[in-house]
């Protein structure tokens, strides 16, 4: 008999590796409640949890939809081609998932790392560093156009511990103010770019600029004093990147 469900397909996946369902759990970061909503279909797996999966090369488009083998070669493994690959680990992700546009869920696709932005005061973008171009990530967070996306290394320390320095952050355009109210946003002020948690002071019509990092300041943004600032993106996916060499 066939699985016909996620649930049905995921206790099938925990029994070809031997494992019981709370070691399945610890095994790939998540509580025993959450393996027992998505075993029970009460819960769609969370991206986090695919892509732990998706490392261990098991076939995300089998798992989501039925089609194919339990396990596929995973799309990022090193080509003999490359010198210098990157491996990318999704330290978070808000993008609902979205499958490659032929019903599959296995495909990746490259975007151009634009330039590195301030964790700090607003700066000037930096776009000559030393890292690779492009980075390669899973299609199934990213449900909208991919010229929606800009892709940026972080530069500095003030969004620590959540956001560290070097890391990858994916940014979807948005001109508008709505609905950014304690998000991560890029934003452009007086010039330079940064990234912040936004928040909103209606009452003096002031926008904040938030650190995670308690040792930085909050900064004001005030329209009546000539600050000029404007809305880039908000962060939709996190990631931290290790550099590795392979040998061709």
Known sequence: MSATTVGERLKMLVRSQNLTHGDFAKKNGISLNSMSRYINNKRSPEPEFLTKLAEQKVNLNWLLSGEGGMYVSAPWDPKPESSLK???????AKSKLSDCGN????CTVLLPILAEISAGMPAEAMEDFEYNNFVELPRIYLKDHLDNYMVFRVNGHSMEPQIMHSDIVVIQRKDDWSNTDNSVCAVRLNGGITLKRIQFDHQRQQVLLHPFNADYRVQVVDSMQGDDISLIGTMVMQLRMERTKFSV
């Open 103 to 106: 019903g599959s869920y296995n």
């Open 86 to 92: 990157s491996k990318v680990e999704v330290v978070s």
